[in-house]
């Protein structure tokens, strides 16, 4: 039996739907499309390694962009084309977005880990706290030190250094940056020898 005829009535059947939603673009006629684009896109994102959930999630991102967007298809026998366009952009913007995350560290646990793993009284992760931002230069250690030992909210300490919040949100950002591989290494060792 040939492959032949049945890939043509898919596409025949796919231009149909297309067609009708590109003329009356409406929930029923877009439902159409979701239902026979998405296990395409789904194989596309997992096809590009994507994890199932993940390949889900990107689908469903680019049928809402179709939904939105149709109007702009100016020659309806491009549209399977548009899509998938649609799809690899969606695709690199996931990695890029992967790209540009920076792993920090979330001060409020490495203290206790600390304490626990070292057998020392509690009053020490303060004064650890203190030699972990010897690393850090001088406006992130006062950032630091006004935010986590003082524990002042961002816009008490912005005001206070007449700076903006958004500068103050940095500063803790880029110094949680630079901890986070000394501490992490360091909870490491801190679980091993538990």
């Given at each position: 039996m040939s492959t032949g005829p049945i890939a043509n009535e898919r596409l025949l059947h796919e231009e149909a739907i297309t067609n009708r939603f590109l003329e009356t673009p409406n929930e029923e006629s877009f439902a159409d499309v979701f239902n026979v684009f998405t296990p395409q896109l789904v194989a596309f994102f997992r096809a590009r390694g994507c994890e199932v959930s993940l390949a889900e999630d990107l689908s469903q991102e680019v049928m809402l962009i179709v939904y939105r967007k149709a109007t702009q298809v100016r020659d309806r026998a491009l549209f399977r084309a548009w899509l998938f366009k649609i799809a690899r952009n969606a695709l690199c913007q996931h990695y890029g977005k992967q790209t540009r995350e920076v792993k920090t560290v979330d001060l409020a646990y490495v203290a206790e880990h600390l304490v626990a793993a070292g057998q020392k009284p509690p009053g020490t992760p303060a004064s650890e706290f203190l030699h972990w931002i010897t690393f850090l230069d001088s406006r992130e250690r006062e950032v630091m030190t006004l935010r986590f030992i003082e524990e002042w909210e961002y816009h008490e300490i912005a005001a206070?250094?007449?700076?903006?919040?958004?500068?103050?949100?940095?500063?803790?950002?880029?110094?949680?940056?630079?901890?986070?591989?000394?501490?992490?290494?360091?909870?490491?060792?801190?679980?091993?020898?538990?």
């Open positions: 206070a250094q007449a700076i903006p919040i958004g500068t103050v949100q940095w500063r803790v950002f880029n110094a949680k940056k630079k901890l986070a591989p000394y501490l992490t290494a360091r909870q490491g060792r801190t679980r091993e020898a538990a």
